[in-house]
Each structure stands twice: as structure tokens, then as C-alpha cells.
């Protein structure tokens, strides 16, 4: 292994790579879990309950990851770690319930399918990372902050130190003191700051195992989340949070491992659906997922130092091959969008810089399969305190903007800010790209604007035009 991925010559050692690797699998294993809980809500294949969707869900989540790491490990040699995006699970779900298009969630793995044939295609020919080598400098400095605080506004959300006023407006939950799972989760983000500052190796491990021992102590001590009325009318904290979940009622058995009512499910979604919808639904996972992809992409070569002196990543179109691969092979098995995780920031902060590290992350994901029937049992809000951690690694690289000059300041500010606040990686790189050539233009630069930056800011003013326009 230490051979064929080049630790010596990449500064990297076995051990470096493996906690690395355990490190970003430890963040991004809630996936699991959460990304057969929204598929759930629409896909349903007929005569099958709603334990067997979950578990095959999980299964189909964990092998859709795994073929997307493996070429990741071994085409693209990155540390980077794939899996079902989150956002882009969720837009799947808002698809299939879309009054408008009416189409079954058979018919979106269909579109997903597609849009994944197409990633390869136009990865082979090096399209894609022409495209993404389009954005200016300042959305692509500016996109690694974006997702940093995007990731916290997560994680503060699911540890629950945060709640959602009925102006969907974020603010400190008011009963953070009266609830242990905030309280714990506030311990276990001081005490991984504690350990990062001492420079300990596997910090944010140790952080998140931490706060999940503290979760089962505090459940064995009969606490309880809380579970009262806020003081405010129609403010909601995270649901369906546990200490110390149960295993009671988890069974096992061989059909928790069978998927075939899922596999293959693609193909019935392309008989008899109407062109144009199709043509739209596709076009629409394609925008999504192609500026989501080019975000975090961008924001881990930043955190790595992959980028070059142009703010290019070099050979972007291997890890690109990856995600394309795991996207097309995942709705084959029935799972949405696979895409690279900003979680891998973790493993990259940990030392990861190989495609060792995202092999050991695809042998974990696969050793998660045994355990496919007891994820109910994993205290949700423990693996969070890595978001906000990783959060702080990733805003620190804003001071490489050029803050003075309103062609940096404005599309880099535009970038960060949205990320968080309409929780989409696209809307925030989409805002830079738009604003960048109108600020230029404004400064009396239009030279200094390429024509296919113009035509980008273009193809996003039209997609945003028919995205809000009650189309979905």
C-alpha cells in the first residue's frame, strides 16, 4: 500500500492515512442512516414495509458509496470520501412530490441515471473540469468558507444548540441548559478544540467518540432529551434525537441484505414518461449536482493544497470520474446523487492525502454492512461535533480574498454567505458566478471577463428563472 499510493514521496505514512480515513468515515457515516430516512418518504416499492425499505436503503447507501470511493482510491488517488449527497437527497424527494412534474420516484432514478451517463461523458472528454475552471478567482476562494459554515449550521441544527424559529430563521435554542443532548454536544465541541490545540493526532475521533460515550452515560442515567414546548410559538428543535438508542427491537436476518425490488427499479422509470419533463428533470439534477460536485471539490483542494497558483485544481476530472461512476451505479442499485463530501475535510485535516484514505473509508463503509440492522442504535448528534470543527479549518482561508477590490469582496462574500443561508452549495457559487461579471463590468473590466464566464452567469440566470417560477 505505502508503495502504490507514494506515502513517502507524498509526506504521508500508514498510520496518517488510516486515521484519516477513520476520521472522515466517523463524519459522514450518518448517511446511513439519514439518507434512507428521506429516500423513505418516496420511494416504496410495492408490497415491501418500511423496515425492509430502510434497511435496503442502508444497504444500497453503503455500496453505491463504496463504488464511488473505490474510484476515487484508485483512478483519482485523492482522500476524498463519496456517498449520497445530502441536499441533493433531499431536492430527489422534493422532485418525485412536485405536483407539477408528477413522476414516480422509478422515473427520478431514471433521471438520476442519466445525468450520471452524462457526467462520464463529458468527464472523458474534460468538459466538466473546463467548466468549473471557468469560475473566478474569488468564488473559488470564497467556496471552502461557504460550505465551512454551511457544515456548522448543520451541525449546530442536529446537536440541537440551535433551533428553527417559525420564520425559519436559526437562533440559540432557548432551552439549550434544560437539554442534555445540546449540553453534551457543547462538552464534546470544547473537548475536541482541547485536543486539536494540544495537537493530538485523531482530535475530532476522539471528540466524537467522546461525546457518544457521554450520550450513553447520560442515557443509562435516565436523562432524556428534551421534549417540551419552547417558549416560543412554532420554533422546533431537531426531532427525533437519542441518548442511548435501544437494540430491543432490532432484528437481524438475510433479507435486511436483499435489494432487489430496488435494482434495476431505474428502467420501469423510463417507459412512458413524457419527454420533456424528463428532459427537465434531468437537466435539473445535472445543475444541482454539477455546481454542488465543483463546490466541494474546489473547497477540499483548497483545505489539501491541491490548487495550483490559478486557483485550478490539477486533473480535476479524475475525482470528477469518481463521483460520475458512483452517481450511475447508485441509481442502478436505487439510491440518489453520489457526490464527494465536504466531510472529507476532516480526514484532510487529520493528515489525509492519499487514495489510501479513501480506500480505508470505503472498507469501513463496507464493514458497516454487518451492522446495517443496528443503526438505529447510533446516537444521532454525536458524529456533529465534527462539522463545527471542520468549520473553523475551512473560513480560515477567506484572508487569501482580496477584500479591497469589490470584484473580490462582493462575489467572495456573495459565495460564503448563501452557502449557509439558502443551505445549498449551488445557490452560493451560482450568486458568485453572476455577480462576479456585473461587478467587473461596473469597475470598467469587462476585458478581464472570459466569454464562458458570461455565458455561465447566463445559464444560471435561466435556470433560477425556471426553478422559481413553479416549474418544481
Known amino acids: 500500500m505505502s508503495r502504490y499510493f507514494d506515502l513517502d514521496g507524498r509526506g504521508s505514512d500508514l498510520r496518517t492515512e488510516s486515521i484519516a480515513g477513520l476520521t472522515t468515515f466517523l463524519t459522514m457515516s450518518y448517511i446511513i442512516v439519514v439518507n434512507p430516512a428521506l429516500l423513505s418518504i418516496v420511494i416504496s416499492p410495492e408490497g415491501v414495509s418500511d423496515v425492509r425499505v430502510f434497511q435496503m436503503l442502508a444497504v444500497v447507501t453503503i455500496?453505491?458509496?463504496?463504488?464511488?470511493?473505490?474510484?476515487?482510491?484508485?483512478?483519482?488517488?485523492?482522500?476524498?470520501?463519496?456517498?449520497?449527497?445530502?441536499?441533493?437527497?433531499?431536492?430527489?424527494?422534493?422532485?418525485?412530490?412536485s405536483p407539477t412534474l408528477n413522476i414516480t420516484w422509478q422515473t427520478a432514478l431514471a433521471a438520476v441515471f442519466v445525468e450520471g451517463i452524462v457526467f462520464v461523458a463529458l468527464t472523458l472528454v474534460g468538459a466538466r473540469e473546463y467548466v468549473i475552471n471557468l469560475f473566478p478567482e474569488p468564488v473559488k476562494l470564497g467556496v471552502g468558507a461557504g460550505i465551512g459554515l454551511f457544515l456548522a449550521s448543520i451541525g449546530l441544527q442536529f446537536m440541537r444548540i440551535t433551533a428553527v424559529d417559525p420564520d425559519d430563521m436559526m437562533t440559540l435554542s432557548p432551552v439549550l441548559a434544560q437539554d442534555p443532548?445540546?449540553?453534551?454536544?457543547?462538552?464534546?465541541?470544547?473537548?475536541?478544540?482541547?485536543?486539536?490545540?494540544?495537537?493530538?493526532?485523531?482530535?475530532?475521533?476522539?471528540?466524537?467518540?467522546?461525546?457518544?460515550?457521554?450520550?450513553?452515560?447520560?442515557?443509562?442515567?435516565?436523562?432524556?432529551?428534551?421534549?417540551?414546548?419552547?417558549?416560543?410559538?412554532?420554533?422546533?428543535?431537531?426531532?427525533?434525537?437519542?441518548?442511548?438508542?435501544?437494540?430491543?427491537?432490532?432484528?437481524?436476518?438475510?433479507?435486511?441484505?436483499?435489494?432487489?425490488?430496488?435494482?434495476?427499479?431505474?428502467?420501469?422509470?423510463?417507459?412512458?414518461?413524457?419527454?420533456?419533463?424528463?428532459?427537465?428533470?434531468?437537466?435539473?439534477?445535472?445543475?444541482?449536482?454539477?455546481?454542488?460536485?465543483?463546490?466541494?471539490l474546489t473547497g477540499l483542494g483548497q483545505e489539501a493544497g491541491y490548487l495550483d497558483e490559478d486557483g485550478d485544481f490539477p486533473e480535476m476530472n479524475k475525482p470528477l470520474m469518481a463521483d460520475a461512476v458512483g452517481t450511475t451505479i447508485g441509481s442502478i442499485l436505487g439510491t440518489s446523487t453520489v457526490t464527494t463530501f465536504v466531510e472529507s475535510s476532516t480526514g484532510i485535516e487529520e493528515g489525509g492525502r492519499t487514495g489510501l484514505t479513501a480506500l480505508v473509508i470505503a472498507a469501513l463503509f463496507l464493514l458497516a454492512l454487518v451492522f446495517v440492522p443496528l443503526?438505529?442504535?447510533?446516537?444521532?448528534?454525536?458524529?456533529?461535533?465534527?462539522?463545527?470543527?471542520?468549520?473553523?479549518?475551512?473560513?480560515?482561508?477567506?484572508?487569501?480574498?482580496?477584500?479591497?477590490?469589490?470584484?473580490?469582496?462582493?462575489?467572495?462574500?456573495?459565495?460564503?454567505?448563501?452557502?449557509?443561508?439558502?443551505?445549498?452549495?449551488?445557490?452560493?457559487i451560482a450568486a458568485g458566478l453572476v455577480s462576479y461579471p456585473i461587478v467587473k463590468g461596473a469597475q470598467g473590466e469587462v476585458s478581464d471577463v472570459r466569454l464562458g464566464q458570461w455565458a455561465l452567469a447566463a445559464l444560471v440566470l435561466l435556470y433560477y428563472f425556471v426553478r422559481t417560477n413553479a416549474l418544481v
Do not use: C
Request: avoid cysteine.
Open 63 to 97: 455500496l453505491a458509496s463504496v463504488a464511488g470511493m473505490l474510484v476515487m482510491a484508485f483512478y483519482a488517488d485523492l482522500p476524498f470520501g463519496l456517498a449520497p449527497g445530502m441536499g441533493l437527497n433531499a431536492f430527489f424527494v422534493t422532485v418525485v412530490l
Open 181 to 296: 443532548v445540546a449540553i453534551i454536544a457543547v462538552i464534546g465541541i470544547l473537548l475536541t478544540f482541547f485536543l486539536y490545540v494540544k495537537g493530538i493526532r485523531g482530535a475530532i475521533v476522539l471528540g466524537i467518540l467522546s461525546t457518544a460515550v457521554m450520550g450513553y452515560v447520560a442515557g443509562a442515567l435516565g436523562f432524556e432529551p428534551f421534549s417540551g414546548t419552547l417558549p416560543k410559538e412554532g420554533q422546533i428543535l431537531a426531532p427525533n434525537v437519542t441518548l442511548a438508542p435501544g437494540i430491543d427491537q432490532i432484528t437481524y436476518g438475510a433479507s435486511a441484505y436483499d435489494i432487489t425490488p430496488l435494482v434495476g427499479a431505474f428502467i420501469d422509470g423510463i417507459q412512458g414518461v413524457e419527454a420533456v419533463t424528463f428532459a427537465f428533470v434531468v437537466f435539473t439534477f445535472f445543475f444541482v449536482d454539477f455546481f454542488d460536485t465543483a463546490g466541494t
Open 375 to 428: 443503526v438505529g442504535a447510533i446516537p444521532s448528534f454525536a458524529p456533529y461535533v465534527a462539522l463545527v470543527i471542520v468549520a473553523v479549518f475551512m473560513v480560515r482561508n477567506v484572508t487569501e480574498i482580496k477584500w479591497e477590490d469589490p470584484a473580490h469582496a462582493i462575489p467572495a462574500t456573495l459565495t460564503i454567505a448563501l452557502m449557509p443561508l439558502t443551505s445549498s452549495i449551488a445557490t452560493g
